[in-house]
T-cell receptor, first 117, second 115 residues
């Protein structure tokens, strides 16, 4: 069974500094997608960044980048120049197929990020 | 383009009752998935609907059921509510064409409290 582990329940960072959130996953599949989602107090899950496993190049979206280590099954998120609006719960997720043929997301337990002014 | 809308935003029910949660998918999307997020946990997949049929289910009992309508909106029904059903229920819509999934859009969820 696929599992996603986020070992840091909480992290804090000073405004304008850089922070890295960790994620490891377990799968026997060779081709898959990984995601980082942000969940602010509004509760809506917002996609931050995604990575296709077949791509060796790490994904980047503005201030957000990932360090994808396929052999180690590690997928960390780096937030540069942290802003107050980055404060939220961050979830790492893995997309896989169900027995019925649909796809589903398997989420970690999340990391609560606090940004200090 | 409209996003995913869920109703109601909050709900309190008594153990043993039944509840129906509603989700309007994003315009252009044809698939709806439901997730349960217990306090302090990540979301857990309940099931997905495509072409008005359930085509994937997580580890949830049959008292969790759903519907998808021709306009792609969806309902989640939970019978015989238990205290452990208290959670945030998230709906996510996506456009699925053949083997391709063009990504999920989540709603803001329904907070269900069972007392």
């Amino acid at each position: 069974a696929q599992t996603v582990t986020q070992s840091q329940p909480e992290m804090s960072v000073q405004e304008a500094e850089t922070v890295t959130l960790s994620c490891t996953y377990d799968t026997s599949e060779s081709d898959y997608y990984l995601f980082w989602y942000k969940q602010p107090p509004s509760r809506q899950m917002i996609l931050v960044i995604r990575q296709e496993a077949y791509k060796q190049q790490n994904a980047t979206e503005n201030r957000f980048s990932v360090n994808f280590q396929k052999a180690a099954k590690s997928f960390s998120l780096k937030i540069s120049d942290s802003q107050l609006g980055d404060a939220a719960m961050y979830f790492c997720a893995y997309r896989t197929r169900t027995q019925g043929g649909s796809e589903k997301l398997v989420f970690g337990k999340g990391t609560k990020l606090t940004v200090n002014p | 383009e409209t996003g995913v809308t869920q109703s109601p935003t909050h709900l309190i029910k008594t153990r043993g009752q039944q509840v129906t949660l509603r989700c309007s998918s994003q315009s252009g999307h044809n698939t709806v998935s439901w997730y349960q997020q217990a306090l302090g946990q990540g979301p857990q997949f309940i099931f997905q609907y495509y072409r008005e049929e359930e085509n994937g289910r997580g580890n949830f009992p049959p008292r969790f059921s759903g519907l998808q309508f021709p306009n792609y909106s969806s309902e989640l029904n939970v019978n015989a509510l238990e205290l452990d059903d208290s959670a945030l229920y998230l709906c996510a819509s996506s456009l699925v064409l053949g083997p391709l999934n063009y990504g999920y859009t989540f709603g803001s969820g329904t907070r269900l409290t069972v007392v």
